[in-house]
C-alpha cells in the first residue's frame, strides 16, 4: 500500500519562508513524477510544481522564482521550498504521485500566511 505523508506546514508571516517535506512509502520500485498541488478556502485545488525522477521542474507562474521543488529519491522523499510567501500562498498543501493510471495524496499540510 502506497502512502504519502505530507509535513512542515505552519503559521508563517508574509515574506517568511517553510520547507514542506513528502514522505512516500510502499512497495515501489521507482517513482517518475511527483507533484505538489495546493486548495484555498473556497477554491478548486490547483497545481503548483512538479519534478521528475531526472530532476526536470516545472512551477506554476503564481509561485515560479519563489518556490522550489526537489526530491532525494534514495529517501522517496519531495520536498518544496517556499520563500517570501504571501498571504494569497495559504492553503492546504498536498504532494501527489501518479503511479498505473492511479492517483496517490497525501493529507495535507496547511500553510497560513499571515502577519
Known amino acids: 500500500q502506497v502512502q504519502l505523508v505530507e509535513s512542515g506546514g505552519g503559521l508563517v508571516q508574509p515574506e517568511g519562508s517553510l520547507r514542506l517535506s513528502c514522505a512516500v512509502s510502499g512497495r515501489l520500485s521507482s517513482i517518475n513524477y511527483m507533484a505538489w498541488y495546493r486548495q484555498a478556502p473556497g477554491n478548486q485545488r490547483e497545481w503548483v510544481a512538479d519534478i521528475t525522477s531526472g530532476g526536470n521542474t516545472n512551477y506554476a507562474g503564481s509561485v515560479k522564482g519563489r518556490f522550489t521543488i526537489s526530491r532525494d529519491n534514495g529517501k522517496k522523499t519531495v520536498y518544496l521550498q517556499m520563500n517570501n510567501l504571501k498571504p494569497e500562498d495559504t492553503a492546504v498543501y498536498y504532494c501527489?504521485?501518479?503511479?498505473?493510471?492511479?492517483?496517490?495524496w497525501g493529507q495535507g499540510t496547511r500553510v497560513t500566511v499571515s502577519s
Open positions: 501527489n504521485i501518479p503511479i498505473s493510471g492511479y492517483n496517490y
